[in-house]
């Protein structure tokens, strides 16, 4: 997975990079992408597991501790086209109009991209990013 902005990044591994997702400005929205390309968990290498559990552990662990995120919603699909990609999706008190079902997640994101892309929320984004960056 290629980045639009280094900024974006929170951590980069041998095996995976880990951003915000630069599409939905919803701050903690993470991504864990492989650098290699495959399309499921059972591709990886004994390696690349370990490393992989490891970084969704820290992550949520960081979401927790240092943006105070309880709840946390696990996303990844085998048939994306785009190679393997694992998303962390915050939930935060203001989405729970939506619902608290899988398909408010969709919802959320929508209403998210169509609502929320303003200079004042991106900059919220960035300097999210910039605080997870300081515990990796």
Known sequence: MKYPFKED????????????DWE???P?????????KVDSII????EEYKEFCEL????????KTILGIKKV?????????TGF????FPRYSWMDKFGKKLKSVYIVKKYAEENMLTEKQI???KQTVKKLKKFV
């Open 24 to 26: 939905c400005p919803i």
């Open 123 to 125: 900059k919220r984004v």
């Open 56 to 63: 969704v552990l820290k992550f949520r662990k960081l979401l």
């Open 43 to 46: 591709d990886f290498s004994k």
């Open 85 to 88: 990609h694992y998303l962390l």
């Open 73 to 81: 919603y696990f996303f990844h699909s085998e048939d994306s086209g």
């Open 9 to 20: 990044i929170v951590q980069e591994t041998e095996n995976f990079i880990i951003g915000q």
């Open 28 to 36: 903690g929205f993470l991504i864990i992408a492989s650098k290699r």
